[in-house]
């Protein structure tokens, strides 16, 4: 009860935010605050908008969860998406190539090639870290870097589209596309994976053995050691899933909206999942109700566009100021002593 009576209050400063943002670009607040919200959910377009935009900042943001909680501040999310989209490209382009577009079971294929895409990619940050002391923050940043030149070798060889004329992948069939709910909207059966892994996730780290070693490892890796858990091994076994878990940001991605790869795929999606998970607090469910506000927001924004300059821009002023606050509350937390040492520092 105490974590959703946190997220509540986090949910009215982030509207706070808003409104200040609002009113630091000089904008109408009551009318911008009415397009956005028309732009979210007037409508079952609205809706979609803002389903279809939460789910990659919901498998994101699920993925920093299983990594930051264990202890390895994974920041190679984007890379990880990006990976993890290369590989399902990889085992689509084979399936059209052997004429197996229609086989059952092409497009679940697809996206467990994704997950270990993204788990191969992840792991090599973990093994160095683990094996070589590099740290998690440093290797994943750099490898983000390698893998959106690792797309566009992709995209420009070995899966360019067989005509040879533009950078980008074949176009998917329908087959092996994500069915959606609604042929006029956008919303697909990876939003419903998405909250089923939010689930899954939550029952993992708080229901299983596995889960509670991995808080434990995060929390205090010395007690962990006492208790004859090898903290290195949780930690690259953490990054690795957590690293499936973007990679299957990616594949949703691929299959549920794009069809495609092309130099454009990376939309930021694995860098904006880590202040959805820092502002749900690292828990699971939570960090779903922070991915749905936010993909709400950006829904919303991109109706404000229509009318004003400002735009999604709004959406990551309101991001850094929320994780800035969040950083420096921690701090203070941290900072501020314990009734304990309040009490024996007193003299007598």
């Known amino acids: 009860m105490n974590g959703f009576l946190r997220f509540g209050l986090m949910l009215a400063g982030l509207i706070v935010v808003l409104i200040l943002t609002l009113a630091a670009f000089q904008l109408p607040i009551v009318d911008s605050v009415k397009l956005i919200f028309e732009g979210a959910f007037a409508d079952k377009f609205a809706w979609s908008r803002s389903a279809v935009k939460m789910t990659p900042l919901l498998l994101t943001g699920l993925g920093m969860v299983i990594a930051w909680r264990a202890g390895v501040y994974n920041i190679g999310g984007e890379g990880q998406f990006v990976v993890g989209a290369i590989f399902g490209a990889a085992i689509g382009k084979a399936l059209i190539g052997a004429n197996a577009t229609g086989m059952p079971g092409g497009s679940v294929l697809i996206l467990c090639g994704c997950a270990v895409g993204g788990a191969v990619w992840a792991w090599v940050a973990g093994w160095l870290y683990v094996r070589r002391g590099v740290e998690v923050v440093i290797s994943t940043i750099l490898l983000n870097f390698i893998a959106i030149q690792l797309l566009g070798y992709a995209v420009s060889g070995p899966l360019q589209e067989q005509k040879r004329q533009v950078p980008q992948s074949d176009l998917l069939p329908e087959s092996l596309m994500l069915a959606r709910f609604d042929r006029q909207t956008d919303v697909h059966w990876g939003t419903v994976l998405a909250v089923v892994m939010a689930v899954l996730l939550t029952v993992f780290l708080y229901r299983t053995v596995m889960g509670y070693r991995l808080r434990l490892v995060g929390d205090n890796p010395k007690v962990a050691r006492v208790n004859y858990i090898d903290p290195g091994k949780v930690q690259l076994s953490s990054m690795a899933l957590s690293g499936a878990m973007c990679g299957l ?56 566009a229509r009318f004003t300059p400002a735009g ?23 900072a501020r002593p314990k009734p304990e040492e309040e009490t024996e520092s007193t003299p007598s």
């Open 312 to 334: 999604t821009t709004i959406v990551y002023v309101i991001q850094a100021t929320a994780v800035l606050a969040y950083v420096g509350l921690s701090g203070l937390k941290k």
């Open 249 to 304: 940001a990616g594949g949703v991605e691929y299959l549920g909206l794009v069809g495609q790869l092309g130099t454009t795929f990376p939309q930021q999606w694995g860098f904006l999942g880590i202040p959805v998970a820092l502002l749900g607090g690292l828990n699971p469910m939570l960090t779903a109700g922070a991915a749905f506000f936010f993909g709400a927001l950006f829904a919303g924004t991109e109706n404000l």
